[in-house]
């Protein structure tokens, strides 16, 4: 027995410390450190395979996507210049935006737009891009024509982005109306956050952390795999009520 703890001693305090390295950046729920510490290697092996292997699962999945979407972007990007149909750049833009490359998304939006798209799409992802990239003046006119032909647009996130151009631009009274009215069906966390960040600004910080726990509340009814999806927004949440005053 003492053999068999002395050659499986080191291997068990590697589990623990990539179960705890893995628990520090992904931050499932908070039950899961005292598993992996009071339950040893044991515990660390029950976390790993609950937590840490739909993640590889996941991201391997996302590796290959990405190779494809790589792939296809390369394709477009010769196209455009042979092919400039408003269709090809609203695909690249697309595919750019899942990359992250939103001044490039931007562009290829723009373009679609000047080539006379007139589907509220390149409007929408067009403004998008512009909040994100935090030229929240210029987001407002595209996202403005789209909520005002559907004020449901991707699932009430255009009418939420268009309540936080607002709301970044100082014109609080319009942010809040719309986001009043972009919650009443909407559950999108990015919406539920930037409202709370909207109201915490105002000093109304009850309502805020009201807001901010309506978001994390969501995470108990969840599927795991959309829990997971979700985490970056959870942490977001918990930094902002942390960083409220009492």
């Given amino acids: 027995m003492g053999l068999l703890s002395s050659i499986f001693f080191p291997w068990g305090i590697i589990l623990q410390a990539v179960a705890v390295v893995h628990f520090i950046r992904r931050r499932p729920d908070t039950y899961w450190i005292f598993v992996i510490l009071f339950l040893g290697p044991l515990g660390a092996v029950i976390y790993l395979l609950v937590e840490a292997a739909p993640d590889l699962t996941f991201l391997s999945r996302q590796s290959a996507r990405g190779f494809s979407r790589r792939k296809r972007i390369r ?53 998008a891009c512009a909040v994100l990239m935090g030229d929240a003046a210029a987001a407002i006119p595209d996202l403005e024509r789209v909520v005002a032909k559907e004020q449901g647009y991707d699932f009430y996130r255009a009418e939420g982005l268009l309540a936080h151009a607002f709301a970044l631009t100082g014109e609080k009274d319009k942010a809040e109306v719309l986001f009043r009215a ?22 109304r910080t009850t309502e ?39």
């Fill in 208 to 246: 805020a952390r009201e807001w901010a726990r309506k978001l994390l509340a969501k995470s108990q009814g969840m599927p795991a795999y959309l829990r997971r999806r979700e985490r970056p927004w959870f942490r977001k949440a918990r930094k902002f009520l942390r960083q409220l005053p009492a």
């Fill in 182 to 203: 972009a919650t009443q069906t909407s559950t999108m966390s990015e919406t539920y956050l930037n409202f709370a960040e909207l109201l915490a600004s105002e000093g």
């Fill in 75 to 127: 394709e477009l990007e010769s196209l455009v210049h042979v092919n400039t149909a408003v269709g090809n750049f609203e695909e690249l833009g697309d595919l750019y935006m899942d990359e992250g490359r939103l001044a490039q998304a931007r562009a290829c939006f723009d373009r679609s737009i000047q080539g006379g798209s007139t589907t509220l799409d390149p409007f929408y992802k067009r403004g």
